[in-house]
């Protein structure tokens, strides 16, 4: 009796124990199901290359009023030279009335001091007042060109300067993927940077001073000159020496005739002499 009673609490024990485990289990919580691996992105294309950018000054806040282009040249520094002879030839004034008079907007290539100082000795005291003139209107473009724009430009290009053709004031520019170059037929250049640029107007630095043609270049051979025609008094002339050569023509003739008709007067005036004589 006493063994059934053991074997029995021993049971009890067994019974309350895996009971109480299978609870412990039920409580806790299932496992989340994996979350499935998102599509793989796409990789992105290419950037386009980049666009020509030349080293220029940090763009600042548009100037209010009238654009002063000395100004801009003074504030970049290292453009006195370019600065007496804008003054000089008053082309500062002509720049400053496009841009204030017209929406077309203005290019200027600028050198700087070192790049005159590259030029023979003399060369800018050879020039008068209205060839230095000329000299700097030949750096100006009356038209905004932005440096993307110098790809699909014209050449020659018309300067302020005027007559773009052979032997007068072309200017040729060609723009790589990294630079851009001026040739004037006496000049190779290339921009070196850009100074100042608002929409408006653009300037931009040369490493060389632009030489036109016109003032530096071989003058072209001079044409053939064409066959003088006569004129009207070369005509009256020829007509008075006509007149004068007929006229002389017959005073010879009559000349001669009364010569002849003397020579038989002569004669008959001798026969009747003799005749009389002989009687």
């Known amino acids: 009796m006493m063994m059934t009673k053991q074997t029995f609490l021993s049971f009890s024990l ?4 895996l009971l109480h485990c299978t609870n412990t289990l039920v409580a806790q919580p299932a496992a989340a199901p994996a979350q499935p691996a998102g599509p793989i992105a796409a990789p992105s294309p290419p950037s386009p290359p980049a666009p020509l950018v030349l080293p220029g000054p940090a763009a600042g806040p548009a100037p209010s009023g009238p654009t002063n282009v000395t100004k801009i040249f003074e504030k970049a520094g290292h453009f006195s030279l370019l600065i007496r002879l804008l003054k000089s030839t008053s082309v500062a004034d002509q720049i400053e ?12 290539f600028a050198p700087a001091d070192d790049a005159f100082s590259s030029l ?17 209107q030949f750096h100006v473009l009356s038209t905004y060109i932005p440096l993307s724009q110098f790809q699909t430009v014209s050449n020659p290009l018309r300067t302020n300067a005027g007559d773009s053709s052979k032997y007068a004031f072309p200017l040729n520019v060609t723009s790589y993927p990294n630079s851009v170059n001026i040739s004037t037929g006496i000049t190779n250049a290339s921009l070196s940077g850009t100074v100042y640029t608002d929409g408006q107007l653009a300037i931009y630095q040369v490493n060389k001073v632009l030489r036109p043609w016109n003032l530096f270049g071989a003058k072209p051979p001079a044409p053939a000159p064409s066959p003088v025609k006569p004129g009207k008094q070369d005509s009256a002339a020829a007509t008075v020496d006509d007149d004068s050569s007929d006229d002389d023509h017959k005073v010879n003739v009559s000349g001669a005739v009364s010569l002849v008709a003397m020579q038989h007067v002569v004669f008959f005036a001798a026969a009747l002499v003799a005749a009389v004589f002989s009687l």
């Open 97 to 108: 009335k496009q841009l204030n008079d017209t929406s077309n907007g203005v290019t200027i």
């Open 120 to 136: 023979s000795s003399g060369t800018l005291n050879s020039l008068n007042d209205g060839e230095k003139e000329s000299l700097m």
């Open 14 to 17: 067994v019974l309350l124990f």
